[in-house]
């Protein structure tokens, strides 16, 4: 029991790195979708990709754009 309980303890911070990874990929899918699905010109342009494609490439493209923004307007 001992030794399964230091084996989880030793997997966590990987785990949680993973988890991270995931989690990071899963939010830049569901924010892309509410582009795609609610602006007509950006799923017409998406339409040759898969849904879930098309959400994450719209993800990034949208969440770039934001931190590139942000990063601007901070050191001005």
């Given at each position: ?10 997997s966590?911070?990987?785990?949680i ?56 307007y901070?050191?001005?």
């Open positions: 029991m001992r030794l399964s309980g230091e084996a989880l303890v030793a966590l911070p990987k785990v790195r993973i988890l991270a990874v995931i989690g990071a990929v899963a939010m830049l899918v569901v924010g892309g979708g509410m582009f795609v699905h609610n602006i007509d010109a950006v799923h017409f342009v998406l339409a040759f990709l898969p849904s879930l494609l098309a959400d994450l490439v719209s993800g990034l493209i949208v969440g770039s754009a934001l931190f590139l923004g942000l990063q601007v901070n050191h001005s």
